[in-house]
């Protein structure tokens, strides 16, 4: 919203939130995000073309395009719990704006949504209409965290689907309308609701698939003696499979992978397709596996025993350039060493220490981690160091000053093949990393 705000300057947005300090921070100089770039775009048309506001109803009111952005989790009760969306956040901005519109909207769905969710809304807002029509549009969102202002400048694709009737049409040319300020028009894609509302489900579980598909290699590099890295290179090189996303680590985070290819798993079964559902539930186990296949190197390597060691944990983002922890993979590799009374100190040049106690569900009490205000302070008395998030800074730290600060031996375990292990082994570390055998 703050690029449309940014880009369209005869356009007006406002962002509503049932979250008053979410709105405040939104509001003040320290936003309630670290993204690169953001806090510019933010400030630079804030109170200008760009709102933030808890008065939900009056931006419906004033609104001709309404876009739904809440949250979308995994269920965690009753039917589907575990794997389907949870849709409850949706349904009620449906009915908020069925009970407060006063006259036609187009309604987006930004958020990540099941396939077939804008036929309930539709349903909601229609049953309620009372002479008002709605247009249900829908808008996925492709951006990723840590490069999102980037992705909204320049993004590969814009998605819009809607009904292809007439009226549909002419809310799918609005919204087209609004991105075409900076997007070149060939790459604003239109499709009907169906596709594309199921690109987003199938982009992200492609994406993961990518990751834990290098993961599985990266094992059995370990057994073998390959290097992931050069077969990462190696087949990134066919021009047919290309070379993204194809570094191996201790396995994907952030609150979208996951929960999307629950969600797709949980779409294959209710529609009846179980071998469509178990291929991509595959993608989900592969990543399980490679979280706690690190911990479990990082125990056997320590002399089968963390127990009262002091183990530097850096990173704690689920990756660099953000300070979002959501399934990152430094909680699981994290909680596997306290299940084995392993001491924990952790940096993170991003995430609050309020935020990592509460993600690691630490009792207020509990001193078996503490947080650090840099790196040197972290690693110092430990036994090991664990690089979880490929964070920039990691790469200029003096090693050999940290290395003579610790218990010897030494050991480095990078989670993200960030650093350079010849260098490290040089100065004396028994360093390791993902996918070398
Ligand atoms: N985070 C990403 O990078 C990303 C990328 C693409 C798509 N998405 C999708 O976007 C959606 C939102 O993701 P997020 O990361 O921003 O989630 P979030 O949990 O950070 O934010 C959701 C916000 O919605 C607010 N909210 C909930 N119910 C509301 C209501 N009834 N009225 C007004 N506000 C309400 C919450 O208070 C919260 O601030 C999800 O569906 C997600 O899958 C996220």
Redesign the pocket.
């Known amino acids: 919203m703050a690029m449309i705000a940014h880009k369209c300057k005869d356009h007006s947005v406002t962002v509503?939130?049932?979250?008053q300090s979410?709105i405040d921070a939104w509001n003040s100089d320290e936003l309630p995000i670290f993204e690169p770039g953001l806090d510019e775009i933010v400030k630079g048309c804030r109170g200008k073309t760009l709102f933030f506001s808890t008065d939900?109803d009056t931006a419906i009111r004033e609104a001709d395009i309404i876009f739904i952005?809440?949250?979308?989790?995994t269920k965690t009760y009753g039917v589907g719990a575990g794997r389907a969306a949870d849709l409850r956040?949706i349904e009620?901005?449906a009915r908020?704006i069925a009970q407060v519109a006063e006259d036609d909207k187009i309604v987006v769905e930004?958020?990540?949504?099941p396939v077939r969710t804008a036929e309930s809304i539709k349903r909601i807002l229609e049953a309620n209409s009372n002479g008002r029509k709605f247009q249900i549009l829908s808008n996925?969102?492709?951006?990723?965290?840590g490069t999102?202002v980037a992705d909204l400048e320049n993004p590969d694709r814009v998605l819009i689907g809607g009904d292809q009737t007439p009226e549909g049409l002419a809310a799918i040319q609005a919204l087209v309308d609004v991105y075409a300020t900076w997007v070149p028009r060939e790459n604003i894609l239109t499709t009907n609701l169906w596709s594309s509302e199921l690109s987003?489900l199938a982009a992200n579980a492609f994406l993961a698939q990518r990751i834990s598909s290098i993961n599985a290699i990266s094992a059995l590099c370990e057994a073998t003696g390959a290097h992931v890295d050069e077969v990462g290179h190696a087949i990134g090189t066919d021009s047919r499979i290309g070379p993204k996303f194809l570094k191996a680590s201790v396995g994907f985070g952030?609150?979208?992978f996951q929960?999307?290819i629950l969600n797709l798993v949980y779409l294959c079964e209710h529609f009846g397709l179980p071998e469509v559902a178990a291929y991509w539930n595959g993608v989900i186990e592969m990543n399980d596996y490679q979280k706690h296949r690190f911990a479990r190197h990082i125990i056997s390597t320590m002399f089968n025993t963390v127990s009262d060691k002091k183990i530097a944990v850096l990173g704690f983002a689920f990756k660099k350039d953000t300070n979002?922890t959501?399934e990152s993979a430094a909680i699981y590799v994290c909680k596997d060493l306290l299940d084995e009374q392993a001491n924990i100190s952790i940096y993170d040049p991003k995430v609050p220490e309020a935020q990592i106690r509460r993600d690691l569900d630490l009792a207020e009490d509990d001193s078996s981690v503490t947080v650090c205000a840099d790196a040197y302070e972290a690693t110092k008395d430990a036994h090991a160091i664990i690089i979880l998030t490929e964070w920039d800074e990691f790469k200029a730290l003096d090693f050999k000053k940290i290395h003579d600060s610790m218990n010897m031996p030494a050991f480095l375990f990078d989670g993200r093949n960030l650093l350079d292990r010849a260098a490290l082994r040089a100065i004396g570390f028994e360093a390791s990393g993902i996918g070398r055998g």
């Open positions: 509503v939130d049932i979250n979410r939900v952005s809440v949250n979308t989790p956040y009620k901005c908020k930004k958020s990540t949504l996925p969102e492709f951006l990723a965290e999102a987003k952030g609150s979208c929960k999307d979002d959501r």
